[in-house]
Every structure is written in C-alpha cells, then in structure tokens.
C-alpha cells in the first residue's frame, strides 16, 4: 500500500476510505477509523518486526528475570514485497537520525529503524526484470538471474509500468527512471541461462553511488550508525552459539529466511558466511530447471523459480547495509520463526499499540513450593474468616 499511496494517492485513499466504511460493519472493532485502519510507515513497521524479534526472544524479561539492556538487543532485518527495513539499537543512538524512542515494559529503548522503499524482494525483482529487457527489442530475451532453461512470459506494459522502474519516485528512490526501447515488443518470453556472476551486474544497479551527507551510509547516502549489538542465539534455533559481546547480532526474516531455508545448510539458517551462501547460490543458479522441476510439488515452482535471483539479491542487500566481509554473516541469524512462532511485525504491533506494555517491575517467579505454601495459607485464612461470620450470624 505504501507504493499504491506514492504513486497514486488519491487511490490510496479511496482504498483506506472503503475499508473505514465498511470494516466497522463486517465484525471488525474499529475506536477510531482514522488511527486504527491506516498506511503504516515503513519505519513503524521496521520497529514492530524488532519488537517481536526481542518479545519472542523474552530480550524484554520474564517473570523474576530483569529486561535485557538496549545493548543487547536483536537487531531485525526485514524483507518483504515492496521495501526492506533494518532496524537495531545503536551504541550512540542519542547521535543518530531515524531513531525514535521505545516504552516497552518498564523500560526505555532508543531504535534506530529505516525502511527502503522499492527494495522489497517483489519490487526489485520487476526492476532488475526491467535493467535486462529495457534496451532489448526481441520477443525471446534471455535472464541470466533464472535457472537454465526456465521460462516465463511477461508483457512490457506490466513491467515499465511499475513505479519503482518507471516514475519520478524511481528517480527518487533508486536515482533513474528505466524507459524501454522502443521496438521493444508488449509480449516477451525470458529464458533462462543460469549466469550468477551476470545476474549480480544486474542486481547491483540497484544500488548506485551516492553522497553521504552524514558517514557511515549505507546504500541511498542513508546514515546508518554503526552495526552493533549482541552476538548470542539460543536453543530456539537448535544451536547454542558462544555470546561474542561488541559483535552485531541480527535475525533476518521474511524473504531472506525462505531463500536461506531452501539452500539447506547443515547448521540451518545459523553461523553462515557469506561465501558460503554465494557458492550455494552459485551452485543452484546453475541447475536446469527441467531437472530442478521434477523435484518439488507444482505449488511451490513459482516460488522455486525465483530462489536465484533472490539470493543474488539478499547478497547485495546485505553487503550493502555493511556486511561485507564473509564473516560478518554469522551475526545473522536467518529464521522465518522463534519458538516456534512466525516473525512478523503484526505481534510487535499489538504489543506497542495494547496493554500488554507492562510499566511494572517484573514480577516474582514463587517456584511450586512457594506457590502452594501460599495457597495452603491464604485458604487457612479464608476458612478462618468464614468461620468468624458464621460465629457473628448465629450470635446476632
């Protein structure tokens, strides 16, 4: 919704208008229609996904265990259809712009959180589409970023019709507009060649230099504070990784973690480095999709299909947000779900917006035996007030 509001506001807002009226009237519990049903901002987003991330990882305490300091918070990186956030706390978050402050039970969290817009893995797979085909003028072109020989139909009206290939907000966001050649034909067949190293050509046009106006930047000339955090991951993974305090430690969900998931590492999505993930997604880009096909159920070929490109794509997305060396990437950790529950940003939302914000102190964990001496007391207690009344009735 937030690319359908840039590039045509009047009819993000006749959407929002319709669900106001009509949402009250199908169940829905709507207070106030213009707080509750909105275009959430892709930096609120940002947050409510670290807000899960840190809730499920229990980084905001539990009953007898004090919350985890803002040093020791999960950074999260999210990516999903149409933008990719990443949001951490930084170790100087007082100098940092995008950051915003946090209350969440009983304490206060400086969160530093941006959100690309046209960088989600749907968008930028429709604008690298279109840096292939756009100075081309054949019915057949071929797509180094698909498998060997795999092949899809696409028209050249859906594709340069997109804000993020072909609009002013292109400019804005990506630095141009892509214009198709003129004999280029509406009907196109791309096929595919399996060319990793040609795709990552491609895909990195995606991120042109910019000036930094404040350093460190990452791509877009966007500050970004220094990665930092805690290095720790515990049994809900499966692993049990040495804490490595001063080192960044983030989750990356979404659209990384189905890529990652599919390659299947030995040690899942955890203690990978980045070469590691480029030889594995080299070693899949290369495979003839006749083959590739016949080894999954037909309902998940489409998403199959684009496993190459998207891990050349969630390459350069990282190393553009500063992990860069191979190593850096055993500070992320790629899971779709933490104990058992998926990640999104819809659980932070209800605990950032509901009562769930606890201001208290944690609460006392009793243990079973002090629960059931208290028990055994407060009936004492009961029972002896119960007798007392009856005394006073039958006296009265």
């Not at 951490?88 to 969440?104: D, G, M, Q």
């Amino acid at each position: 919704m937030r690319l359908v509001e840039l590039d045509n506001p009047l009819k993000a807002d006749a959407i929002m208008e319709n669900l106001r009226s009509q949402l009250p009237h199908v169940g829905a519990k709507v207070n106030n229609p213009y707080s509750d049903i909105r275009i959430m901002s892709g930096r609120d987003e940002g947050i409510n996904a670290w807000i899960t991330v840190n809730y499920l990882e229990k980084k905001f305490g539990v009953h007898g265990v004090a919350p985890s300091s803002g040093q020791e918070m999960i950074g999260a990186l999210d990516l999903g259809g149409a933008s990719a956030q990443i949001t951490f706390v930084p170790k100087n978050p007082s100098l940092a712009p995008h950051t915003s402050t946090r209350y969440l039970f009983g304490s206060e969290y400086y969160v530093y959180s941006y959100s690309h817009l046209c960088y989600g893995k749907s968008a930028s797979q429709k604008r690298v589409w279109a840096e292939i085909i756009g100075n081309q003028s054949t019915a057949t072109i071929n797509n180094p970023c698909f498998l060997q020989n795999y092949e899809l139909k696409v028209k050249k009206s859906e594709i340069f019709t997109e804000p993020c290939v072909k609009s002013k907000y292109a400019v804005e966001l990506i630095g141009s507009e892509l214009i198709p050649n003129t004999a280029l034909p509406e009907e196109i067949t791309l096929v595919g060649t399996g060319d990793p190293d040609q795709c990552r050509q491609f895909v990195q046009k995606m991120f042109p230099s910019k000036a930094c106006a404040q350093s460190p930047c990452m791509f877009q000339g966007v500050y970004r504070p220094p990665l930092h955090g805690k290095f720790s991951a515990g049994p809900e993974y499966g692993l049990v990784v040495p804490t490595m305090l001063g080192k960044p430690f983030f989750t990356a969900f979404s659209g990384y973690a189905f890529v990652i998931d599919h390659l299947n590492f030995p040690t899942k999505g955890q203690n990978l480095t980045r070469d590691a993930v480029k030889a594995k997604v080299d070693e899949f880009c290369r495979r003839d999709w006749t083959q590739v096909a016949q080894e999954y159920p037909a309902s998940s070929l489409e998403f199959i299909a684009g496993y190459c490109q998207d891990g050349v794509y969630i390459d350069a997305l990282l190393s553009n947000y500063g992990f860069v060396d191979s190593e850096s990437w055993k500070n992320i950790v790629f899971a779709s779900k933490i104990a058992g529950t998926t990640v999104s940003w819809a659980p932070g939302y209800l605990i950032d917006a509901t009562g769930m914000i606890d201001s208290e102190s944690p609460k006392i964990d009793l243990g079973l035996t002090a629960f059931v001496t208290s028990v055994v007391i407060l009936s004492i207690v009961f029972v002896a007030l119960l007798v007392i009344l009856v005394f006073l009735h039958l006296r009265n």
